[in-house]
């Protein structure tokens, strides 16, 4: 009797190591994977959809301006490397179709976090007419809410069994941006006046159509875009005729069209982040998408009353 015990008490043992042994493989497992994203946005709402399961990493270095950007070998080769690619779109990420070609889509899943939803047309001259489209979705919160949902979705196709887990992490952070989305539509909702509001580059379209608002942009839909003396004649007037009081510029981008047109119309300037990128002090300070967008909130009510 006391030897069947023996031999049930070890069997018992060696099943409990083998249950940490695989637990520990699982851990590191986990540990392994490596997600990377394209910008900040992207990262800021992958690594919040994947909590403490993640390696999240972020292609396109703090600082640096995103539309210029263009990967290098080494980057590719780190694309390579992992499970999962995530960027914006094919109009602001538009090296990703190249990339697609040089990787094994069967090993790394890429997810555009636009897809389903309707993108607006633009335009912008380059020697002759060409049609675009804008990409920058995530700056209006209604929008950001069905990029995390895209990407949610992206991340359940490629790890089926963390749905749960990332389900409930997504569900946290869509929380936070619904109450982002009614901070700005509360903030705007009686304007009824002052509802014009000039930026450095075409970058708060979708925010201002979502609340009700009109964008003048400087430049096109890159901050770098060349801007002919005509049209900063043209800008000088419509500011004087709308009373515009502030023109808004961004920190990571030359701002000296928009300290121009400021100076020419004789009024004060502010920033309004596009949040194309943070830079490493504002990222060591615990700045993110939240309190950016909250700061742009507070900007853009110097102007819209």
């Known amino acids: 009797m006391k030897r069947k015990w023996r031999l049930f008490t070890v069997f018992m043992l060696l099943f409990m190591l083998s249950g940490c042994q695989n637990h520990s493989v699982n851990e ?15 990262y800021d709402f992958t690594k919040n959809i994947m909590g403490s399961f993640r390696n999240v990493q ?20 780190n694309i390579t ?7 914006n779109s094919d109009y602001f990420e538009t090296w990703i179709p190249k990339v697609k070609k040089n990787i094994d889509l069967k090993q ?5 976090a636009t897809q389903g939803i309707k993108l607006m047309e633009s335009a ?9 489209f804008d990409p920058h979705i995530w700056l209006s919160p209604k929008l950001a809410m069905k990029e995390v949902a895209n990407i949610r979705d992206g991340l359940i196709k490629k790890f089926p069994h963390k749905k749960a887990l990332l389900n409930k992490n997504a569900q946290k952070y869509l929380k936070k941006l619904m109450k982002l989305d009614d901070d700005y539509q509360t903030a705007f909702k009686d304007t009824t006046h002052h509802k014009k509001f000039v930026t450095q580059h075409k970058a708060f379209s979708y925010l201002a159509k979502d609340y009700g608002l009109e964008q003048i942009a400087i430049a096109g839909l890159s901050p770098e875009e060349e801007v002919s003396p005509a049209r900063l004649a043209e800008l000088k007037k419509r500011c004087k005729k ?24 004789g009024v004060e300037t502010a920033v309004l982040n596009p949040l194309e990128s943070l830079t490493k002090t ?18 853009l009510k110097l102007t819209i009353k």
């Open 28 to 42: 590191q497992e986990v540990a392994s994977i490596k997600i990377v994203t394209t910008f900040y946005p992207m």
């Open 58 to 77: 972020m292609l396109i270095p703090a600082g640096v301006e995103p539309h210029d950007f263009e990967p290098s070998a080494k980057d590719i080769a």
């Open 81 to 87: 490397d992992a499970a999962v690619l995530i960027y």
């Open 108 to 112: 790394t899943e890429i997810i555009n």
């Open 124 to 132: 912008k001259e380059s020697g002759e007419y060409q049609k675009t």
């Open 242 to 265: 709308d009373d515009i009081r502030i023109i808004y510029f961004e920190e990571t981008a030359s701002s000296k069209l928009a300290q121009t047109l400021a100076k020419e119309v």
């Open 282 to 299: 504002e990222q060591k300070a615990g700045k993110d998408y939240f309190s950016i967008m909250e700061e742009n909130l507070k900007a």
